[in-house]
């Protein structure tokens, strides 16, 4: 069975400390992995990884993906308190015909940031 | 640029009546997704649906559960004749094309009396 595994399942830390936030995967047929953002509302985008090694990085944050040992970092460097929030990983199963499909999604990590 | 729009944002209803939800997907984007969120659960997949065609509908209950997609207008999760079962929060998620990252919406809190 397809799954999406994320550890630890919550975090406290405070301001100013780094985090790292862990996603591992069995997927058949994988395309790609996505992290998200949840606050209250919508799951807001961050990354989409396809490639083994290639960090992408965007401010204080940042993610890797590693295909062959099937899992993905995230990290936050300086946490801040408005980085609190639930964390999700999700990754991208084709569906029949090949094309774009659904998203398999962890149960998310939630981090809060302590002032 | 209006992000993905989901209505209601908050929907109450007795057991045995029908629930819509519809979402409007951001401009330009025409590949819809809906996922399920229980309490304590991560996101399921339910229907992923394209103008006018279900293209994949793997994670819809066989039975009470429709979704479509018209040519003009939102997309529609229908839910009849609810049960308690049913109350959770429902997302949609839209993007542009092939290989592009799903933005979500704010979702719909379904709770079933």
């Known amino acids: 069975e397809d799954k999406v595994v994320q550890s630890p399942l919550s975090l406290v830390v405070h301001e100013g400390d780094t985090v790292t936030l862990n996603c591992s995967y069995e997927v058949t047929n994988f395309r790609s992995l996505l992290w998200y953002k949840q606050e209250k509302k919508a799951p807001t985008f961050l990354f989409m990884l396809?490639?083994?090694?290639i960090e992408k990085k965007s401010g204080r944050l940042s993610s890797i993906l590693d295909k062959k040992e099937l899992f993905s970092i995230l990290n936050i460097t300086a946490t801040q308190t408005g980085d609190s929030a639930i964390y999700l990983c999700a990754v991208e199963h084709p569906n029949y015909g090949g094309s774009q499909g659904n998203l398999i999604f962890g149960k998310g990590t939630k981090l809060s940031v302590k002032p | 640029n209006a992000g993905v729009m989901q209505n209601p944002r908050h929907l109450v209803r007795r057991r045995g009546q029908e629930a819509r939800l519809r979402c409007s997907p951001m401009k330009g984007h025409s590949h819809v997704y809906w996922y399920r969120q229980l309490p304590e659960e991560g996101l399921k997949f339910m229907v992923y649906l394209q103008k006018e065609n279900i293209i994949d509908e793997s994670g819809m209950p066989k039975e009470r559960f429709s979704a479509e997609f018209p040519k003009e207008g939102p997309s529609i999760l229908r839910i009849q004749q609810v049960v308690r079962g049913d109350s959770a929060a429902y997302f949609c998620?839209?993007?542009?094309?092939?290989?592009?990252?799903?933005?979500f919406g704010d979702g719909t809190r379904l709770s079933i009396l």
């Open positions: 998620a839209s993007s542009p094309s092939i290989g592009q990252p799903q933005h």
């Open positions: 396809t490639s083994s090694g």
